[in-house]
Nanobody
Framework: QVQLVESGGGLVQPGGSLRLSCAAS????????MGWFRQAPGKQRELVAS???????NYADSVKGRFTISKDGAKKTLYLQMNNLKPEDTAVYYC????????WGRGTQVTVSS
């Protein structure tokens, strides 16, 4: 079974930046569409960005122009560069296959607050 480990979260002021990483236990990034998801307290988990095995990317309207998803197949790592962060970006961030079929990792907490 694929294991996913997210890291890179933290506390940042509005307008700040963070880069999240997702380390996969196997070489899956060149096979599957992968995504970054987030879940805020009291809300459903939502997809914020995805990257296809060929490299095409898609973003939720709420993060378009601010977040960038990328991957490094050799390192088996998925990234999410988050710029111009807003308080509403506060959530636990997870990575998974686009269809959410892998087991979820523990996620990484992102808190945007002054």
């Amino acid at each position: 079974q694929v294991q996913l480990v997210e890291s890179g979260g933290g506390l940042v002021q509005p307008g700040g930046s963070l880069r999240l990483s997702c380390a996969a236990s196997t070489s899956i990034l060149s096979i599957y569409t992968m995504g970054w998801f987030r879940q805020a307290p009291g809300k459903q988990r939502e997809l914020v960005a995805s990257i296809a095995f060929g490299g095409n990317t898609n973003y939720a309207d709420s993060v378009k122009g601010r977040f960038t998803i990328s991957k490094d197949g050799a390192k088996k790592t998925l990234y999410l560069q988050m710029n111009n962060l807003k308080p509403e970006d506060t959530a636990v961030y997870y990575c998974n296959r686009g269809d959410r079929s892998f087991d979820w990792g523990r996620g990484t907490q992102v808190t945007v607050s002054s």
